[in-house]
Structure formats: structure tokens, C-alpha cells
């Protein structure tokens, strides 16, 4: 659930950043009225029901944990997991890897021609 949550985080500050861009794009900044003066336009903000789901559903999934604040800590954190992954991913592959070079071993010895015994009737 760890995992999951760390790429969701990411994921919702991805959407985010990209929503602000997107409104950045597509509304105007400045509005000029009829006099020809020019009004600044404060962009429309990211949906706050949806920001509010977000915050519940964390709530009640990871209460003391804490959430990214904006897309450079989700990232990181996303790395951080990764990076952490890969080294247990090492260190297994690492083991099996010492492993089947003993198991090697053990074949090797064993190919010599050995006593055949018989059973009694």
C-alpha cells in the first residue's frame, strides 16, 4: 500500500502542475474593460472538491503520515522508494546468484563415476 500510495501522491501533483498549465495556456491573465484599462485576472483554482477527496482519502488511509507538498517532494519521494528498491533487488539477486554458483560447485563434483550398488532381493 507504501508503494502505492508514494506513485498516487505523484500522480495527484502531477494533474495538479498540469492543471495550472493548462489555465496558464487557455485563460487570460488580464481582462481590458471598456475604459481600456487592463484587470488582472486571478486564474481559476484547482477544482477544491477534488483537492478535499484528496485530503480525506490520505486522512483516513495514512492519518500521521505526511503528505508532499507540491510535485518536487512527491518526486523525490518516488525516487527514494525506487532507489531503495533496487538495493533489496541487489541484494537478492546478489544471494541467488551466490547460490546457484554453489549448486554449480556441488554438479561439478558430482559427474565423476561412482560405485553402483545393488539392492538384495
Same mark, same amino acid.
Given at each position: ?38 484587470? %488582472? ?9 477534488? @483537492?478535499? !477527496?484528496? /485530503?480525506?482519502?490520505? #486522512?483516513? =488511509? ?29 541484494? %537478492? ?9 554453489? @549448486?554449480? !560447485?556441488? /554438479?561439478?563434483?558430482? #559427474?565423476? =563415476? ?8
Amino acid at each position: 500500500m507504501d508503494y502505492f500510495l508514494t506513485y498516487f501522491h505523484r500522480f495527484y501533483w502531477m494533474k495538479r502542475e498540469q492543471w495550472h498549465v493548462n489555465i496558464a495556456a487557455t485563460e487570460p491573465m488580464a481582462v481590458i474593460d471598456e475604459s481600456g484599462d487592463t484587470t %488582472a485576472v486571478e486564474p481559476p483554482r484547482f477544482p477544491a472538491d477534488i @483537492e478535499a !477527496e484528496y /485530503r480525506e482519502c490520505m #486522512r483516513h =488511509l495514512r492519518k500521521s503520515a505526511p503528505l508532499p507538498k507540491d510535485l518536487t517532494e512527491a518526486e523525490k519521494a518516488v525516487e527514494q522508494m525506487e532507489q531503495q528498491l533496487k538495493e533489496k533487488l541487489l541484494l %537478492a539477486s546478489g544471494s541467488a546468484d551466490e547460490e546457484e554458483e554453489e @549448486e554449480d !560447485e556441488r /554438479r561439478v563434483l558430482d #559427474r565423476g =563415476l561412482h560405485q553402483i550398488t545393488e539392492e538384495e532381493e
